[in-house]
């Protein structure tokens, strides 16, 4: 619950197991390393400390749409 960084870097974490980490209130760097859809979009909503987050390629390539929908978030 005090994390501020987090790294899913060579983990089994995938999109679908965002809804373990939402209890992290003081996350503020997020590096998640895997593509995520819009279905994410509400989990990563509920990180409200997050500033600074990196994904895993996708396509489509989903920074712009992500940078949009979480505002005050760098989205890498």
């Not at 899913?8 to 197991?17: P, S």
């Not at 409200?48 to 712009?64: A, Q, V, W």
């Amino acid at each position: 619950e005090k994390l501020t960084v987090l790294t899913t870097h060579n983990t089994k974490v995938t999109e679908d197991g965002l809804e373990h980490l939402t209890g992290l209130s003081k996350l503020e760097t997020f590096y998640l390393c895997v593509p995520v859809s819009k279905k994410s979009l509400p989990l990563l909503k509920k990180l409200e400390s997050l500033r600074h987050l990196y994904i895993g390629d996708g396509e489509p390539d989903p920074r712009e749409w992500l940078s949009v929908a979480l505002p005050g978030v760098g989205v890498y």
